[in-house]
């Protein structure tokens, strides 16, 4: 029945991480947004959160995605006098926003989503190896 269990846990964090991995490429797809007038903010990074719970059912805990934050850093600004969001002195706020560290990040996670999917895999095989040992 462990094994089983093992199987649930790892597909909830698969499931968290493959949230985790869409608000990552948001944020890197978003990297370049501007505003469309000098009132607007410009596109402003999400920080995924995780939150575990134990779930009575299965007995174990498990993970999900939490409540998306959003970034609190200031935005760059760039000289750009000729764009529309271009405010008085020609500046225009770029988004918050640091590709390396998204890059950085998505590599991460998508190392813990294939080590819950090796876990998964691992498990499958075990379950298959008892089984072959029952009929034979």
């Known amino acids: 029945m462990d094994l089983i269990k093992s199987l649930f846990v790892s597909a909830s964090g698969l499931k968290a991480q493959n949230g985790r991995m869409r608000i990552i490429a948001e944020n890197i797809a978003n990297a370049n947004s501007t505003a469309r007038t000098p009132e607007e903010e410009p596109y402003r990074r999400k920080i995924p959160t995780f939150k575990s719970h134990f779930d009575k059912e299965l007995g ?72 072959d040992i029952l009929r034979a």
């Open 60 to 131: 174990a805990e498990k993970v999900e995605l939490g409540k998306v934050a959003e970034d609190s850093s200031d935005f760059k600004s760039t000289y750009m006098p000729g764009h529309p969001a271009a405010d008085e002195k020609g500046y225009v706020l770029q988004p918050n926003v640091n590709t390396l560290v998204e890059t950085t990040d998505m590599r991460e996670a998508q190392r813990s989503y294939e080590a819950n999917l090796n876990v998964i895999e691992s498990t499958r095989r075990m379950l298959q190896r008892t089984i």
